[in-house]
């Protein structure tokens, strides 16, 4: 039976028909495992969690209808990812791999380009790299999963992997669960008609083309060389670094106004784009998790939807001021995260052109990819970043955060990530370096005017090269 794909889903789909197979849209999760694995276990669990999960053994097809999504049985689905298990560990001779070699072959792996008409939307490979050590590295396409879609899978795989180590199959749900393709259903009945001025998708729409009229196309970042027809989306990150009294400081003054932290990053970091000559209309993006019902918690699937937080920097406020703005802006969007993005960006239509993305080119999240759900029987787990040198907007600012088990701020982790046909790597080291220094000023001084040289440190406005 064929189902329709989620809005979601319908972006990335006709992205990759646009480009073809492409790591671009790839979620990597890379654990390194240490301790007496029991391969025959895991690979018995992976093949529960695939069963479990529809959305992991699904293919996406054209019909006369639009692209349709088909649930492959799981006897059909699961020796494809078993073939890929058994090619990567058969060339294995005495259990050690050179370091090198080992990084090599997972970037490459994580490198790999999904044919979504043909195979489901997960590979998994896993290397033996000492007598107890071992990667695993689950690739999935964002099609079929999200950051938040970890939890669950780590739960479910920890719990069929404990199941399978004393020889037996995991319990199965006691009810039939909701899969991903209900949730795509759901959807369509939520937002209506968008031609309906009374539908969800309707009024949600008015707000975005009232909220977006006259945002700038293209923002003055402080690009090293001008936009090119022959981009090809290669990328590359530099690391981010706010310490922990700043962190504990910004979460400080979140409450203060009566926002969230992730509020004050947008607002730093719309400060330092103004301060580097971006004008004072500053459209960023910035993604929420999509899960707004508690029973889709336990999916894994592709809900995340992207909204537009567009922050007025004129007047010269101070930092206090800005979080207001920024606050009252990123409310007024989260009331009108329901209708998908490419909807929004295809009813303002925007003037496009190839490797300029819409309505903003500057994207800023505060995430985490925790790897507490894969508790693996008997191993120690440990999750490692690995992505692909590809940059899916002008600038990426990943922020991530640390926490003790008090809930304390322990530090702010993250990336910058660029494109490299547009920036050098010190152009934007010295973006990164800004950002944690205007964060210090202004956690040092909220009412300090951003126009004030204390407010936007020296070396956030005038980067060494």
């Known amino acids: 039976m064929t189902?329709?794909?989620?809005?979601?889903?319908?972006?990335?789909?006709?992205?990759?028909?646009?480009?073809?197979?492409?790591?671009?849209?790839?979620?990597?999760?890379?654990?390194?495992?240490?301790?007496?694995?029991d391969r025959d276990a895991l690979l018995g669990a992976i093949a529960d969690v695939v069963e479990r999960h529809e959305v992991l053994r699904t293919v996406y097809r054209r019909s006369a209808q639009g692209p349709v999504q088909l649930v492959l049985p799981a006897g059909q689905a699961l020796p494809r990812i078993f073939a890929a298990l058994g090619q990567d560990t058969e060339e294995e001779q005495d259990g050690q791999q050179v370091g090198g070699q080992v990084e090599a072959f997972l970037r490459d792996a994580a490198g790999y380009g999904f044919d979504l008409a043909k195979e489901p939307p997960l590979r998994v490979h896993l290397r033996r790299t000492g007598p107890a050590e071992h990667v695993l590295l689950l690739l999935m396409h964002h099609i079929a999963a999200d950051g938040w879609s970890l939890g669950p899978l780590g739960r479910d795989l920890a719990q069929c992997y404990r199941a399978r180590r004393t020889g037996r199959a995991p319990a199965a749900p006691q009810e039939p669960g909701l899969q991903y393709a209900d949730y795509a259903l759901w959807q369509q009945e939520l937002l209506g008609e968008e031609r309906d001025p009374a539908s969800v998708a309707g009024q949600q729409l008015a707000y975005w083309r009232d909220r977006l009229d006259g945002a700038p196309r293209q923002l003055a970042l402080p690009y090293d060389r001008a936009r090119t027809h022959g981009a090809d989306g290669a990328g590359?990150?530099?690391?981010?670094?706010?310490?922990?009294?700043?962190?504990?400081?910004?979460?400080?003054?979140?409450?203060?106004?009566?926002?969230?932290?992730?509020?004050?990053?947008?607002?730093?970091?719309?400060?330092?784009?103004?301060?580097r000559g971006a004008g004072t209309d500053i459209p960023l993006g910035t993604v929420?998790?999509?899960?707004?019902?508690?029973?889709?918690?336990?999916?894994?699937?592709?809900?995340?939807?992207?909204?537009?937080?567009?922050?007025?920097?004129?007047?010269?406020?101070?930092?206090?001021?800005?979080?207001?703005?920024?606050?009252?802006?990123?409310?007024?969007?989260?009331?009108?995260?329901?209708?998908?993005?490419?909807?929004?960006?295809?009813?303002?239509?925007?003037?496009?052109?190839?490797?300029?993305?819409?309505?903003?080119?500057?994207?800023?999240?505060?995430?985490?990819?925790?790897?507490?759900?894969?508790?693996?029987?008997?191993?120690?787990?440990?999750?490692?970043?690995?992505?692909?040198?590809?940059?899916?907007?002008?600038?990426?600012?990943?922020?991530?955060?640390?926490?003790?088990?008090?809930?304390?701020?322990?530090?702010?982790?993250?990336?910058?990530?660029?494109?490299?046909?547009?920036?050098?790597?010190?152009?934007?080291?010295?973006?990164?370096?800004?950002?944690?220094?205007?964060?210090?000023?202004?956690?040092?001084?909220?009412?300090?005017?951003?126009?004030?040289?204390?407010?936007?440190?020296?070396?956030?406005?005038?980067?060494?090269?």
């Not at 989620?6 to 301790?35: E, I, K, M, V």
């Not at 003037?351 to 693996?376: C, E, I, K, N, Y």
């Open 288 to 465: 929420v998790s999509g899960r707004c019902d508690e029973g889709l918690d336990d999916l894994v699937g592709f809900f995340v939807n992207t909204l537009v937080i567009r922050v007025d920097t004129g007047g010269d406020p101070d930092f206090g001021q800005l979080l207001a703005r920024v606050r009252e802006s990123s409310l007024a969007a989260y009331d009108h995260q329901d209708v998908p993005f490419d909807r929004v960006v295809r009813a303002l239509n925007p003037p496009r052109s190839p490797g300029l993305h819409p309505l903003f080119q500057t994207m800023v999240s505060l995430q985490s990819q925790d790897a507490s759900g894969f508790d693996l029987d008997g191993l120690r787990v440990r999750a490692e970043e690995l992505r692909p040198d590809i940059a899916q907007f002008d600038l990426s600012v990943v922020f991530r955060e640390s926490l003790a088990p008090d809930g304390t701020g322990q530090g702010l982790g993250g990336f910058v990530e660029y494109s490299t046909a547009l920036f050098d790597r010190a152009t934007v080291r010295d973006l990164a370096a800004g950002l944690a220094a205007l964060a210090d000023a202004v956690c040092a001084d909220p009412a300090l005017a951003l126009s004030r040289p204390a407010a936007v440190p020296a070396a956030a406005v005038s980067p060494s090269r």
């Open 3 to 37: 189902l329709p794909l989620s809005y979601a889903q319908q972006r990335l789909w006709f992205l990759h028909r646009l480009q073809g197979p492409s790591p671009t849209y790839n979620l990597p999760l890379l654990l390194r495992l240490t301790g007496p694995l």
């Open 236 to 275: 590359d990150t530099v690391p981010l670094t706010i310490g922990a009294d700043t962190h504990r400081a910004l979460h400080r003054l979140a409450a203060g106004a009566g926002a969230s932290l992730s509020m004050v990053l947008h607002a730093l970091v719309a400060a330092l784009l103004t301060a």
